[in-house]
Nanobody, 124 residues
Framework: QVRLVESGGGLVQDGGSLRLACVFS????????MGWFRQAPGKEREWVAV????????LYADSVEGRFTISRDNALNTVYLQMNSLKPEDTAVYYC?????????????????WGQGTQVSVSS
């Protein structure tokens, strides 16, 4: 039904920047909540940010607050994650997710669709 495809990952130096994009394919509803997660090898999946497509309500994990910015362009069915001041500890596979409510996406529960992931690597 819903397909999410991430892009924009890569290798950057400590302090560098990347912009991830997630394209939503299928029936798009402005009420879909979109979020970003990440998972490093051997670590649990970590919620990064969430945004409401309709209301612009945004939350960030403490670990990325002030460095990352989530945004979206509903006309393009795309959600972005601008990542600045990247640190080696940001190295992970980043996943886009779509869900029905802020709480469900924030908790990673009852996610309607996950993207395939894009690798972000930050060198020291």
């Amino acid at each position: 039904q819903v397909r999410l495809v991430e892009s924009g990952g890569g290798l950057v130096q400590d302090g560098g920047s990347l912009r991830l994009a997630c394209v939503f394919s299928g029936q798009f509803f402005s009420s879909y909540v979109m979020g970003w997660f990440r998972q490093a090898p051997g670590k649990e999946r970590e919620w990064v940010a969430v945004i409401s497509w309709t209301g612009g309500y945004i939350l960030y994990a403490d670990s990325v607050e002030g460095r990352f910015t989530i945004s979206r362009d509903n006309a393009l069915n795309t959600v972005y994650l601008q990542m600045n001041s990247l640190k080696p500890e940001d190295t992970a596979v980043y996943y886009c997710a779509a869900g029905s409510t802020i709480a469900r996406v924030r908790e990673g529960a009852e996610i309607d669709s996950w993207g395939q992931g894009t690798q972000v690597s930050v060198s020291s």
